[in-house]
Every structure is written in structure tokens, then in C-alpha cells.
């Protein structure tokens, strides 16, 4: 599970900013969307708010970063374009066997190279005391080195800056990186992204295609997640009587699919009438249906799931009752992490926490990302029986896009 998320001078941060998802225990309302652990309580789903070009996908491509490191495939990182510095710094803490590690670098967008690791589990006192454990620390600007030992400490001296040190040296020398490779490998396969705009029907398909355990599972969500829809599948023997010139669709409809004959296969029934579901079924359902195989999975398996514009093409209700799946009893170890426009899930009334909520905002300075949970009675006026939606609205919380547009008609009219 993740705990926290650091980002400084990435993308368009160009200071440090942290996301959080420690529970604030203070907090009374919804604690089944906690998970509470013997150390540390941790938020099951976080919503993050806030107008266009704030940074909110930002977020999602640092942990898509992250992940990649972790597993040793290509990275995709950029160093703010108003800072100076070409050195990047990001860093997570997470839950893993039910204990705490965290794990930072430094990348140097210039020269294509990780100058600064450091690895450490953190420990409890009986108290409830945190204290650091190091594993490695490896700083390649200063020339210091640190580690469990000085097998470590000598090796991390001659390691290449290419990559990070689990994949620059042979692990299999020293238990204690061995066990850093596992610990962190396990953590970044939890991680899965998707954005809803951007999303194929690829996966759920081939679950569809299968005798997977998952696949009645996925099927009875979308039909649950549309009223009128009878069924969902993958029929080899279906044959359609298609509309006179659909063949001139077909170039824009395969971007968003796998082949014809996969497209041709996906068949849903309504009233008893099967129909190709590319040509019937709405965005929205087209939209949940591919979201279907990555929610159910993430439950299952406890994953982290992170949606960028987890409202895109859906109704309001539906994206709620999704957020609910997550923040549920009987959901033990998944989390979500999801940006959204819509306000109808600042909600902390009937949905989610305080500290769930949070907001990017920017202004000529920089960006911002802070959480509800900061805005608190004595200082803002904010109190559980506060409507926060109408705060939003007048600008209290910021993170409120004010467009001119207005300024574009007039101009319009002009010429």
C-alpha cells in the first residue's frame, strides 16, 4: 500500500509538494475507508481536484515513473521548465508485509542519470516511535556512501549512475539488496495505471476470450454498472448484420480496439437481442466495461489503482459507487488513487473523508497540491457540517479554474 508520494522540481512542480495517504485518526467519520494497521493508518482511496493544467495528471506520470524504475524499464522523467536545476527528486513510503519502507533518488534529466538513492525501513517502538532503518544510501553529487555494511558501502562506490543500484549491481552478493530488489519489485507490480480517455478494450477482451475465474465476475459488474444492458461477452460465433457504410468507420473505431475480428466478437444483449457492443453500447459503457478488468483485479489481488479522469464519459452515480467499492468493509488491502473534474465527489458528507480530498491548484508562482484536511474550523471556518461544495464554488478552497471566455466571444464579434 502506498503511504506517501514526494515530488519536488517534476514536471510542472516546481517545488516540493507531498500526497499523503496517512488517515488522519482525529477524523471520526467513514473509518472503513481506513485501513488500520498496527503502525500506521492508511487511507483505502484518495480523490484529487482541480482545474485543467494544475498538475493533476503530473501526479499520475511521476508514480508511472516510479514504477518503471522499480521494474527497470524505460523512464520517462522531466525536470521543471522554470527551475534552473536539471535534477529531479521523487520518493514513496509504503506498507509492505505490514511494515514500512521508503525510497528516494535523484534523477539528473541532463545527463541521464540517477545521482542520489536512498532505502530504509522504518521501525516502531512500543510507543509508537519511528525510527529509520538504513539499507543503503548512495550520493553520487557529494561522493558519500552509506549502508548495512561495509561490503554495501564498497560496492556502491564503484556502481554506475545508469540505473539504480538494485539493477547496477549483482544482488545476488549481498543479502540485504537482494531483499531491497524483492521488497521493491513487489511494491512497483501493485501499481496500475490507466487513464479513462486514453483506455482499449484490450485487456477485459482477452479476460472475456478465457475461462478466467475473473471473467462472470467482470461481466456481472458492467451489466451491474448498466441498467439496461442484459449481458456482455466474447461470442466466436457471432455474426451481425452490419449497418450499410460502417466500413467507413472502421479506421477511427480500431484505434480504439483490437482487430476486426476481436471487435466483431465482443457482443452485448439488450432485451434479448445481441448486438455488436463497438456499435451499440454507449461511451459510458464502453468506458466502464474497459475499466471493469482493472477495478475487479485491484480488488482482488490488493493493488493500487490509479485513474486519471476517473469521471470521463460516466454518470455520476456510477463513479461514486465505484469510489464506494474501494472505501468498503469488505475491501481489505486495495487502494485508489484517481483525479476527477467532477464535483459531485466533493463530498464529505455521504462519500469521502477529509483528508480523501484533494486539490491542485497554480498560480504564477507555482503549483500547489495540499489536502481538505488542512482547512480546518479555527483558521477557515471549515467544520464537518460545512458545505464544502459551495466553499468550492466561491473559491475558499481554490483550485477553481475562472475562464474568460466570454473574452474569446468578444473578439469574435470584433472582427
Not at 474497459?290 to 455520476?316: G, P, R, T, W
Request: with cysteine; net charge negative; aromatic share 12%.
Amino acid at each position: 500500500m502506498l503511504i506517501s508520494l514526494y515530488i519536488n522540481n517534476c514536471f510542472s512542480f516546481n517545488k516540493p509538494v507531498t500526497l499523503s495517504m496517512v488517515a488522519d485518526m482525529r477524523i471520526k467519520k467513514f473509518s472503513t475507508s481506513v485501513f488500520k494497521t498496527e503502525n500506521v493508518n492508511i487511507l483505502k482511496s484518495v480523490g484529487i481536484y482541480g482545474p485543467n493544467n494544475t498538475g493533476k495528471s503530473n501526479i499520475i506520470k511521476t508514480l508511472e515513473a516510479i514504477k518503471n524504475l522499480l521494474l527497470n524499464k524505460k523512464m520517462y522523467l522531466e525536470s521543471n521548465f522554470y527551475n534552473e536545476s536539471s535534477i529531479v527528486e521523487l520518493g514513496i513510503a509504503f506498507l509492505h508485509d505490514n511494515k514500512k519502507y521508503s525510497f528516494y533518488f535523484s534523477y539528473d534529466q541532463d545527463n541521464d542519470e540517477i545521482v542520489y538513492e536512498k532505502f530504509t525501513e522504518h521501525q516502531f517502538d512500543d510507543y509508537k516511535n519511528e525510527k529509520e532503518i538504513l539499507i543503503y544510501e548512495k550520493d553520487s553529487i557529494k561522493k558519500t556512501y552509506d549502508g548495512v555494511n561495509k561490503a554495501i558501502i564498497n560496492a556502491l562506490k564503484m556502481s554506475s549512475k545508469s540505473n539504480i543500484v538494485i539493477y547496477t549491481l549483482d544482488v545476488n552478493e549481498f543479502p540485504e539488496l537482494l531483499k531491497a530488489k524483492e521488497i521493491l519489485t513487489k511494491f512497483a507490480n501493485k501499481i496500475e495505471i490507466i487513464s479513462v480517455n486514453n483506455l482499449s478494450m484490450n485487456y477485459t477482451i482477452s479476460i472475456l476470450k478465457s475461462n478466467n475465474k475473473m471473467k462472470n465476475k467482470i461481466i456481472n459488474f458492467i451489466k451491474h454498472a448498466d441498467l439496461y444492458l442484459d449481458n456482455i461477452e466474447y461470442d466466436n460465433h457471432f455474426k451481425a448484420d452490419l449497418p450499410t457504410g460502417i466500413e467507413e468507420k472502421f479506421d477511427e473505431i480500431l484505434i480504439n480496439y483490437l482487430t476486426a475480428v476481436d471487435l466483431f466478437k465482443l457482443v452485448s444483449t439488450y432485451k434479448g437481442v445481441k448486438v455488436p457492443s463497438f456499435l451499440y453500447d454507449s461511451a459510458g459503457t464502453k468506458r466502464i466495461s474497459a475499466m471493469a478488468s482493472y477495478i475487479i483485479e485491484a480488488l482482488e489481488q490488493n493493488k493500487i489503482l490509479i485513474v486519471d479522469e476517473i469521471d470521463s464519459s460516466l454518470h455520476f452515480k456510477l463513479t461514486r459507487a465505484i469510489v464506494s467499492m474501494f472505501n468498503n468493509d469488505l475491501n481489505t488491502k486495495a487502494q485508489l488513487i484517481f483525479t476527477t473534474h467532477d464535483v459531485s465527489l466533493l463530498d464529505y458528507d455521504k462519500l469521502l473523508r477529509k483528508d480523501q480530498i484533494w486539490f491542485t491548484h497554480r498560480d504564477e508562482e507555482r503549483c500547489y497540491l495540499y489536502s481538505l484536511a488542512d482547512f480546518t474550523a479555527q483558521k477557515h471556518g471549515i467544520r464537518d457540517t460545512t458545505d464544502i461544495l459551495s466553499k468550492y464554488y466561491k473559491g475558499y478552497l481554490g483550485a477553481l479554474p475562472e475562464p474568460e471566455l466570454i473574452k474569446t466571444l468578444l473578439e469574435i464579434n470584433d472582427e
